[in-house]
């Protein structure tokens, strides 16, 4: 405990401070403060390591998606390929040529079939015009077909 040395009390003794004396947990952390210090360097010694070599192969990104997109507007149905506006009939062979252009590493016709197209379309837009997409798809040999929908939650 700590005194006050500032005015003796009504019987000539100090009174008692309630206040802890931080002063010797001041001195001992410098103290360890200065080991630490001295220490630290010791501490550090270079060593060589010879670490191994990695064997595996860093995996590769996954191929761009390919979307077809179906909007209405005043002056009809729309159909995209990714950006692009693309007549009905030729729905098919423009996402052949969408899909060997996002994955350029798949070799042949099959593969290419072999990946998911997504489709993405207007809320208000009748569902024959999905279902007009999907036989233009399928008709070029896509089977593996995804719909996108828009996430309302808020």
Excluded: C, H
């Amino acid at each position: 405990m700590a005194g006050k040395l500032a005015a003796p009390s009504k019987r000539g003794r100090l009174e008692v401070n309630p206040d802890p004396n931080v002063i010797p947990f001041i001195d001992v952390m410098l103290v360890l403060v200065i080991i630490f210090m001295i220490a630290a360097p010791i501490s550090s010694v270079d060593i060589e390591v010879e670490m191994p070599v990695s064997r595996i192969d860093p995996s590769q990104r996954p191929p761009r998606p390919t979307w077809v997109s179906i909007s209405s507007t005043d002056e009809g149905v729309l159909y995209y390929v990714m950006n692009d506006a693309v007549p009905i009939n030729e729905l098919g062979t423009k996402t052949f040529e969408a899909v060997q252009k996002n994955d350029p590493r798949l070799a042949d016709e099959f593969e290419v079939r072999d990946q998911r197209i997504f489709i993405r379309a207007d809320a208000g837009l009748p569902y024959r015009n999905v279902v007009l997409v999907m036989n233009r798809l399928q008709d070029r040999g896509f089977t593996k077909i995804g719909f996108v929908a828009e996430d309302r939650r808020n």
